[in-house]
C-alpha cells in the first residue's frame, strides 16, 4: 500500500477540495470563470496524470485510449459548464485506476511469493572450508552445505544429513518431507531442521527453481483466444467510439439546433464507452488463474493453455510413472517348503550384485543387512535370471525360462506383474511377485474426471495383462497395451476431436512425441524427464494425478469469469449508451459504466486466484 500512498493523498485532497468548492459556488453567485478557476483545482490535482499521458500520446500521434476519452469528456464537460461532473468523472476515474493498481498488485505479490524460489547464494566446500558464491557459479559435482532455514539452491543429492524440506513452493503441499544421505532434492525447497550436504546434479540454468521461474515469467506470453480478441476489440472499438460520439454531438445539433444537450449526451456516451473495465479484468483474470494454480502445484504455461483446458473432453494417461509410481516393489511372495522371509532372502542374495530394478526391489523389501561372505559365486544369465553359490548350495533366481533352463518344475502365477522364481539344488522354493505400485491419486483423480463428464484412456507400452489390472483398478474408460511411442501417437490423434480438448498426462521421454502432439500436453514435474517437461503445456509438481481434475475445475472457473466480465461489462456499456442517446441517461449513469464496471469486474477476476481443494 505505501507505493500507492502518493496517489491516496492526491486523490483525497482533490476529493476534499472538490467538496469545498462545491459548497462555495452554492453559497455565493460567482461569476463563470470564477466557477471553471476553482473547480479546474480539484479537477487539476485528480487528473494530472491523465492530462500529461493524453498529450505525450497526441504528440506521438497516439490516440483513442482511455486516457483520450477521459480527457475529450471532462474537457468537453467544463465547455459546456457542467464543472461538478467533470471533477467527479476525472477524481472516480483516478479511484479506479487507483484500485485496479492495488488488485493487481496484490494478486501479483501473492504469485511472486509463492514463487519467491530464486536462491540467492550457495555455500560451496573447498579445501579451505565453505565459500559463499552466486549459484550460477556452481558446477556439476561441487558440493554445497544447507543450514536449517536456508532455501536449497541447486537440485542434487543429500551425501549427509539428516532433514525436513518445506516443498510447498513447488508442490503446493504443506507436509514437510523427510530426505536423508542417498535423498534427492530440488531446488527451491527450504531447509527446516538439520545440516544437509548435497552433491550438486545439475546446473543452476537446468534446475527445477529456474525452470519453475522461467515458466511463471513467460506465462503471460501466449495469449488466449479472449485476450487477442479484447486487443483487437480495444484497436477499433475505441475510434468507433468516438466517431459515434461526434455524430452523436454534431448532427442532431443541426437538426434541431440545441447544441449544449447533444453535446453533453455525446460526452455522457464517451464516459460510458471507456473500455478499461474490458481491457484491465481479463488480462487480470488469466494472470491469477494461473497464479492460483501455480498454488496449488500446477504450473501453466500461458493463457491459452488454460483457456483450451477449460475445455477438456478426454484426458489420456500414459501408465507408468503418472497413474503408477513407476519403480519396482515386492507385491507377493508366495513360498514352497520355506517361509516368506527366508525365500525373500535367498533372491536378495543372490541379487546383491547387481544394480538392476528388480534386484534393487529385492533387496529394499529383504531390509536387513546382506552378509557377502553367505555368496561364493555368482553368474548372471542376460534376460533370464541369475545362478548363484549360496553357502555352498546352488541357487538360480529368475524367470520361467530359467527355471525351465535348468530343469526345475515351477509354478505359474496368477498375479499380475514380474515373477522371479527361487530354486536350491534344483528344487523348487517359490516365487516373488514384482511389480509397479498405484498411485495413490490415480483412482480419485480417474473418479473426479468422470464426475466432470471427461472421457479417461490409459495408453502403456507394458504387457497386457499388466495395463488390464490397472486400468480396472482406476476406472478409465478404456485402455491399449503393447504400444510403442509412435503407436501412442497414432491412438492419440484417433482421439483428438475438433470441439473438445484432448489432454495427454505423461511423465517419460518417450513421452515428449505425444505430449507435443496433444492438444494440451500435461507432464510430471518432480520425477518427470526434462524432455517431457519442455514438451509440455502444463506441469504437475509433485506428480499427483489428482491435480489434473484440480487443474481443469481451476481453468474452467478462470474461463466462466472472463466470459462473465465481458459479457457484464459489454451489457452495461451499450445499456449507458443507448439511454444516454436517448437523454435517459445522466453524466452519473455514464460513471458507473466506466468506473462502477471496471471496479465490479476487476474484484470478480481476483477471484480466480482463490483456489478450493476438490
Partial sequence: MSEHKEDIIRLSLSA?????????????????????????????????????????????????????????????????????????????????????????????????????????????????????????????????????????????????????????????????VSVAAGSTVASGCINLSGVLRIEVSGVYAESTAAKILDLMEHAAENKSKPERFMTKFAKFYTPAVVVLAVLLAVVPSLITGNWAEWIRRALMCLVASCPCALVVSVPLSYFCGIGGASKKGVLIKGAAALESLSSTGTVVFDKTGTLTHGDFTVSAVHPQQIDATELLEIAAIAESQSLHPIALSLKSAYRHNIPAERLQSVNEIAGNGILAVIDGKKVAVGNAKLMQQTGVEHRECHHSGTVIHVAVEGVYMGHIVISDTLKDGSTPAVAELKAQSIKTVMLTGDRKDAAEKIAQAVGVDEYFAELL????????????????????????INDAPVLSRADIGIAMGALGSDAAIEAADIVLMDDDPLKIAKAIAIARKCLGIVYQNIVFAIGVKLLCLLFGALGIANMWWAIFADVGVMVIAVLNAVRALRVKDL
Fill in 16 to 176: 476534499v477540495l472538490l467538496a469545498a468548492v462545491m459548497v462555495v459556488t452554492h453559497l455565493l453567485s460567482l461569476p463563470v470563470w470564477a466557477c471553471i478557476l476553482l473547480f479546474a483545482m480539484p479537477y487539476l490535482i485528480a487528473g494530472y496524470e491523465v492530462l500529461t499521458e493524453t498529450v505525450e500520446n497526441v504528440l506521438h500521434l497516439e490516440f483513442f485510449d482511455e486516457a483520450f476519452l477521459m480527457t475529450v469528456a471532462t474537457v468537453g464537460a467544463f465547455c459546456i459548464g457542467e464543472y461538478p461532473e467533470a471533477v467527479f468523472v476525472m477524481l472516480l476515474f483516478g479511484v479506479g485506476e487507483l484500485f485496479e493498481d492495488i488488485s493487481t498488485d496484490k494478486s501479483r505479490a501473492s504469485v511472486e511469493a509463492l514463487m519467491d524460489i530464486r536462491p540467492d547464494k550457495a555455500e560451496i566446500e573447498t579445501a579451505d572450508g565453505t565459500k559463499t558464491v552466486s549459484p550460477e557459479e556452481v558446477a556439476v559435482g561441487d558440493v554445497i552445505v544447507v543450514k536449517a532455514g536456508e532455501r536449497i539452491p541447486l537440485d542434487g543429492v543429500v551425501l549427509s544429513g539428516e532433514s525436513a524440506l518445506d516443498t510447498a513452493a513447488l508442490t503446493g503441499e504443506s507436509m514437510p
Fill in 485 to 508: 511411442p509412435a503407436d501412442k501417437v497414432s491412438h492419440l490423434e484417433s482421439l483428438l476431436n475438433a470441439e473438445k480438448t484432448t489432454v495427454f498426462v505423461g511423465d517419460g
